[in-house]
């Protein structure tokens, strides 16, 4: 026995149909729909203009960064956020750094349980510097002084651990 409660494919079918009439024929109404089929076309070829300009380069930080994003998101599944992010930054598709370069320059020592997490969840957990990663004293200074000025050689990468509060 076949539910009448529940609109079938057709009908359904049919009020799209009709809500998209009744849409377009009020936007006609209102003397709108020209302008918006304009707004639309005008948008298609800014986008479409966008891309034959060359964007300046990322900043060393902001593709480490972005490499980061891209392990976490890649790890959770998140691969339409991923599709928005890498153009929207100007990030290649391509990876630019290896996860052993990224851990040697954010200084976290990797484990077997670490390999198995994004290095930003070793961030999060405030994972303890690799063995012979001294911090600078550049950024031992940069700590104690509350700058929040990052330095050109990258020092600035390195995990603060946080410590929680009692």
Do not use: C
Not at 104 to 111: F, P, T, Y
Not at 116 to 124: A, D, T
Not at 129 to 140: H, I, N, Y
């Amino acid at each position: 026995k076949k539910d009448l409660t529940e609109p079938s494919v057709s009908t359904m079918t049919a009020s799209l149909e009709e809500l998209k009439e009744a849409l377009m024929e009020t936007l006609q109404t209102r003397g709108v729909l020209g302008q918006v089929k304009a707004k639309v076309r005008a948008e298609i070829f800014a986008a479409l203009d966008d891309e034959k300009v060359d964007r300046p380069q990322i900043p060393r930080e902001n593709a480490i960064i972005n490499e980061l994003i891209r392990e976490y998101l890649e790890y959770n599944g998140y691969f339409h956020t991923l599709s928005v992010l890498l153009p929207e930054t100007g990030h290649p598709e391509e990876r630019q750094f290896g996860r052993n370069f990224l851990a040697s320059e954010l200084r976290l020592r990797e484990d077997d349980r670490s390999r198995s997490l994004p290095l930003i969840y070793g961030l999060v957990r405030g994972d303890a510097p690799a063995p012979g990663a001294a911090p600078s004293a550049e950024w031992l200074q940069e700590r104690q002084t509350g700058s929040e000025m990052p330095s050109d050689d990258g020092d600035h990468l390195k995990p603060m651990i946080i410590q929680a509060s009692d």
